[in-house]
């Protein structure tokens, strides 16, 4: 009799152990991981959308014309956190063109100060409504672009572009806007090579490689013009798209200093790059 009360007293107390545990666990809040959620253009043209710590972020595409052939247009990677502003973003994003860092020439600027007036969705239907400017262009690649950016977008079935509230005959080219305008997107590449330092500070804060997609870095250096390393600790950035120095000796680092890159890296979609150029370092304040 006592054995069999043992054993129950055992069994007794192991479950209030489980339980002891299962309810501490319960009280214990849990933050869940964040979400990413990327258009089809988004998935076709750059694979699987980078993991984000906590939040909902959104990735989708921006299409940019091409100076060396026209009417063709290159997809781009871009990221917000708000959804509601995304087809403005989007649209005003495009207008200040990707000539920057490596891609610097290789795309058509809109006419100097064209401006996005007002963007409305109405049932499917996106109206964008540009300042006189855009008149000046016959250029289809900027309609392409245009079309082809606001189209991947979930309800959207038409786009009309307007001109200081009038219709222009670019609305057509704008409908029969498809994926034949669009070329493949290259192999990654190097952007460019920034520094930050917060305001009215003197050294900066960090390093960063930053590349034209979310990239897997395989290798990644840093080199003094006589080819020292520099030291410090490396980390990806959010969404995948730079490696971030945190520099052991911040003071080394100067403005339009020349920099060694030597990397190696592959996108979401397994197409691999590498380099091993010499960069002028920008800096930049938060």
């Not at 152990?17 to 964040?34: N, Q, R």
């Not at 000046?136 to 950016?149: D, M, N, P, V």
């Not at 498809?178 to 804060?205: C, F, H, W, Y």
């Amino acid at each position: 009799m006592k054995k069999i009360i043992s054993i129950i007293l055992a069994i007794a107390l192991v479950g209030f152990l489980i339980y002891g545990v299962t309810f501490h666990k319960k009280e214990i809040p849990v933050e869940k991981p964040g979400k990413v959620t990327a258009t089809n253009a988004y998935e076709k043209y750059f694979g699987a959308a980078p993991s984000v710590d906590k939040g909902t972020a959104y990735a989708f595409v921006i299409y940019f014309p091409l100076k060396k052939e026209p009417g063709k247009v290159v997809p781009f990677p871009f990221f917000t956190f708000d959804e509601g502003s995304i087809k403005k973003v989007s649209v005003e994003r495009l207008l200040s063109t990707m000539d920057t860092g490596s891609y610097q020439g290789e795309f058509i600027s809109f006419p100097g100060g064209t401006r996005l007036i007002s963007i409305n969705d109405d049932n499917g239907t996106v109206t964008a409504n540009f300042s006189k400017e855009l008149a000046t262009s016959s250029e289809s690649g900027f309609i392409h672009a245009l079309a082809l950016t606001l189209r991947q977008f979930k309800g959207v079935t038409d786009i009309k572009l307007q001109v200081e509230g009038k219709e222009i005959p670019l609305s057509d080219v704008a409908k029969n806007s498809d994926e034949s305008a669009v070329q493949q997107p290259s192999p990654p590449r190097l952007l460019s090579v920034t520094a930050m330092r917060d305001k009215g500070e003197v050294n900066i804060e960090e390093v960063n490689a930053f590349f034209d997609r979310p990239v897997d870095v395989k290798e990644l250096k840093l080199l003094s013009k006589d080819g020292q390393q520099f030291a410090g600790e490396l980390y990806h950035s959010v969404f995948d798209m730079a490696a971030v120095l945190k520099p052991k000796e911040p003071a080394q680092f100067k403005a339009s200093m020349p920099i060694k890159v030597r990397w190696k890296v592959v996108d979401k979609l397994g197409r691999q790059a590498e380099g091993d150029n010499v960069w002028l370092l920008e800096v930049k304040k938060h």
